[in-house]
C-alpha cells in the first residue's frame, strides 16, 4: 500500500495557514488524487460532502474542531506546533483521528492520513452499532409497557399480549415497536379523558 | 476471465464440531463450485481461500486477522460455537471485514460486521416451547454443552417456559468433550427428576453420546422426548437411526422438506459429496449465503464492505427452505419456522411449520 498510494476517493479540506507545512500538505494531497481545497482562516462548519480534513490545532479553529471531531463522518487529522500552549490543551479537549506535530515531516503524511481515515470509519461503524441497540433499547421499553396495558385492559397473559402486539405489526408491516408506542401513547390519552 | 474475488472459509475441519462444521465447509464449497460453474461473477471466479481453526476459539481470531490482514480478504464465511463468532467479532468490526454466519445461535447481538443467516431464538426456541408445553408437558430438563451458547439459549427457554407457567426441573452442563460414561450417570437424575421434556443444547461429537445414553436408559420418547436446536442430520447420522427416533428438533430446513427448490438441491449435495451424505440446517444456511452474496456482489461489484453491505440488506432469496430475506434492520435472516421429529429411517418428519419466513427479533423484544 505504501509508495502507490490513491486517495481517489478523498475530498479534503485544509484549513491551514498557506505557508511552508499548509504548501506541503496540500501538494501531498493533490498526488494522491484526492480532491482537496485550501480553506483560511477557518470557517465554523465544512460541506457535507468533506470525508477529510486537515486542521492546524488553533483557538481560531476551535469551533470547526468541535464539530467536525464529534461529527465523526469526518475524518479529522490535526497539525500540532508544540511550541504553543493553548494549542496543546485545545488538543486535548478535541482530539482528532490523527495529529502531525509542526513543522511537518513529509513522511508522517501518508501513516497519519491512513490512521484518521481507519480510525473516524471505526467510530462510525461503532456509533451507528450504539444508535441501533439505543433503538433496541426504547422500543424493548414501549413493549413491556404496552405489554403490561394489554394484559391488564384484556385480561390476556403474557404471550397472548406478545402475540397480538406482533400480528398488529405484521399486518400493518411496520416493527413491533411502533406499534407499541401507539398502545401506550392512545392508553394515556384515554386515561387523560377519564380524570 | 479477469482477477478473482478471494474469500475466506472459517469452518473447523477437526475437533468437536468438525462433525457439523464439515458440512457447513461443503455447503460453502458447493455454492462457490455452482457460482464459478455458471461463469463466476461478473466474469470473475470466486476462490476460497480455506483454514481449519479446529474448533479452538483462539485460532478462530488468529486466522480471521490473518484473513482480513495478510490474506487481504474482506468477506469470510464462517463459525458454528457461538464462543468462536464472539472471538471473531472485535476483529471484524476492527478491520472492517463481513462475515457470513450460517449458525442458529442464542441471539441478542447485532454487528453491522456480520451478516446472521442461522436462526435467531424466536425462529426456533419459542414455536418448540409451545409445542413442548402443549403436547408434553411442562417440566422441562435441561442439559448443555458448558459455554456461551447453552447457557444463554437455556435463560431464554427458563423465560419462556416462567411465561407458560412451566418450570425446569434440573439444569446440567457438560464439557465439550464430555465422555459417554458422564452422560449416562445423568441419565439417573434424569429419572429421578421425571420431566416431561429433556431439552439439550448439547453440541457437537457429545450430541451422539446423550441420545445414546437416553436409550440405554430405557426412556420413551413417545413420553419424554429429547428436543433440540442443533441436533440435525449430521448428528442423527453419528449417533444412528434407532437412537435418535422420535426425538425433535426445530430448525428452518431438514432435508426432507417439501418446497420447489430442495430436492434438486439434496440432489446436487449427495452427487458432489457422496450419497451417504446427507443436508442440514447449516449445510442450507452456508449455501444460500453464499448465493446472496454472489447476487449482491454482482450488482456492487466490489468487494468493499461498506458499498456491499446495502446490496445485501433486504435481498431476497428461493433458499431450499423457501423464500427468505435478510431483514434491513437487523442484519439477521427472515427465516421458516419448523419442527421436525425423526423417523425410524433417521429422517426427520416435519410436523409443524410457519406459513411463511418468520422476521427475526434477535433481541426477543416481542416474546
Redesign the interface.
Known sequence: MIGKVSFADMRAVVSHPRDADGELIIRFFQRSEALVQFIWPPPDKIDKHINFLVCLVDPAARALLETTTTESAVAVMGILDPARQESLRLLSEVTPHSVIMSPVAPAALLPNVVVAKHNA??QQ??N??IS??EE?LR??RK?EQAKAILMRQRQI???EA?NF??EQ??RRRV???VI?SAVVDLNEVLSDEKK | MYEPWRVGVLFSQSGNTAVIEETQLRGTLLAIEEINGEGGVNDREVIPIIYDPASNCESFARLADRLLTEDGVSTVFGCYTSSSRKAVLPVFERRNGLLWYPTLYEGFEYSPNIIYTGAAPNQNSVELVDFLVKNYGTRFYLIGSDYIYPRESNRIIRELLRQRRGEVVGEHYLDLEARPSEFRLLMRDVANCSPNVIFSTVVGQATAFLYQAYAAAGFSSRFMPIASLTTSEAEVKLMGSDVACGHITAAPYFESVNTPGNASFVSRYKKRFGEDERTNLCVEAAYFQVRIFAKALAEANTMDPDILRPFVLGSEFDAPQGRITIDRDSSHTSLWTRLGRVNDRGEFEVIKESGQAVKPDPYLISH
Do not use: I, N, Q
Request: glycine fraction near 4%; avoid cysteine.
Open positions: 470509519k471505526f461503524r461503532l451507528v452499532k441501533k441497540l433496541t422500543s424493548y413493549v397473559d403474557e404471550p406478545y402486539l406482533r405489526a405484521m416493527p413491533v415497536g407499541a
